[in-house]
């Protein structure tokens, strides 16, 4: 028996390799990467703020600590039709979590090149997964993650209604990024998969994962997984706490108001695990995977009162806001994760003192970079608000 993993070498990816391959021991946990995210790092001249071991030291570890050998790694890209059918001929997995994706919004808007590999990658690889899936393993678990700002704000779950003029009742795109788009035509491609090949599919739209570790991390430094802080690749939470850690004022966007989603990174892997055995028999279910909802403002208090838990000072500045969003709340609906019989574990609060004490022990590696929290264009235009 085998579960497949695309985006093995991701924030998610790792750690969803390791949770499942704790929970289904009996199981082969097979990981997909094509390490393009190491490059895309170079590019910028970014790092992740915890250093992470190559692949093959993190399995060996996994072995020792765990007394496992379940999990394997192949690396390709998913584009490579051919290399994924032989795959799926060979293993005839049951459930494939897709996570692979550039899944970074402003690094997509930096040019036309960068916006078109962006969606080239991501459509392409969930295009050929779909494809292959039907053309060797039709009765498989589809389990991909997109996101919660994809038709904008208020996004439904479960199954896309026919419309009185028989067209799927998507609501009206208002994608704030190439990246971001590509993950609409995702969603659309899954749905239109689903619908002309009956496969069985899993739509977790995710919201913003924060924390530095799960479970089976915490048991030895060498399973680390990557946490990235930049202004590129550094989702909020994350970047919030890595500011904080190195008295860097955190850079609130316009307003502040803007209200999003989150869930934390034991959640999200432990949410994944939990599809796997709760699969949607030719269907297209779609999920909103999250745990608290917060505006950006007050996640900066909420990491500034559990700085000062610790002794730290923690300062605000507002930031001219570089994205095409809304600055108000919204509220979206909230009955998918709970439907399917999932107890989160974590909450913002909670989870926020760990994350600033873990990320204090890298502070030097995150002062090497902190140029990189914000551009100069927006440098210059911060104003420290309190």
Request: aromatic share 10%; net charge negative.
């Amino acid at each position: 028996m085998t579960i497949i993993v695309t985006g093995a070498d991701g924030y998610v990816g790792w750690p969803a390799m390791l949770r499942l391959a704790v929970k289904y021991p009996d199981e082969k946990i097979i990981g997909i990467d094509n390490e393009a995210k190491k490059l895309w790092s170079q590019e910028i001249g970014i790092w992740s703020a915890i250093p992470t071991y190559s692949m093959e030291k993190r399995i060996d570890t996994f072995e020792r600590v765990f007394g496992q050998n379940n999990i394997i790694y192949r690396k390709f890209d998913l584009r490579n039709r051919r290399k994924l059918l032989d795959l799926f001929i060979q293993t005839e997995p049951h459930s494939i979590v897709h996570l692979a994706a550039q899944p970074s919004g402003p690094y997509s808007m930096l040019d036309a090149e960068h916006s078109i590999s962006t969606q080239m990658n991501n459509i392409g690889s969930t295009l050929s997964l779909l494809h292959s899936i039907k053309d060797v393993i039709p009765d498989a678990h589809l389990i991909e993650l997109t996101g919660m700002a994809l038709y904008g704000l208020e996004i439904p779950e479960f199954y896309m209604e026919l419309t009185t003029a028989g067209f799927y009742g998507f609501p009206e795109i208002d994608a704030i990024d190439w990246y971001h788009l590509s993950k609409v035509f995702d969603s659309n491609n899954l749905r239109f998969g689903q619908l002309v090949y009956n496969l069985s599919i899993t739509d977790f739209r995710i919201g913003i994962v924060h924390g530095t570790h799960t479970e089976e991390i915490s048991k030895n430094e060498k399973l680390a997984t990557s946490f990235y802080f930049d202004f590129w690749f550094g989702t909020l939470l994350n970047r919030f706490c890595a500011q904080a850690s190195v008295d860097y004022p955190l850079t609130v966007y316009g307003k502040g108001g803007q209200t999003r989603a989150y869930i934390s990174l034991d959640d999200a892997v432990e949410m994944l695990s939990y599809a796997i055995e709760r699969k949607a028999e030719c269907q297209y279910n779609v999920i909103n995977a999250y745990v608290d909802c917060a505006s950006v403002r007050e996640i900066a208090e909420m990491i500034q009162q559990a700085g000062k838990n610790l002794g730290m000072d923690i300062a605000i500045m507002t930031v001219p806001n570089p994205r095409m969003e809304i600055e108000e709340c919204y509220t979206p609906e909230d009955t998918g994760l709970t439907s399917i019989g999932f107890q989160p574990k974590d909450t913002i609060d909670s989870n926020l003192e760990t994350i600033l004490i873990d990320l204090a022990r890298v502070k030097e590696r995150i002062k090497a970079k902190k140029d990189k929290f914000l551009p100069r264009i927006l440098r210059d235009k911060a104003k420290i608000t309190k």
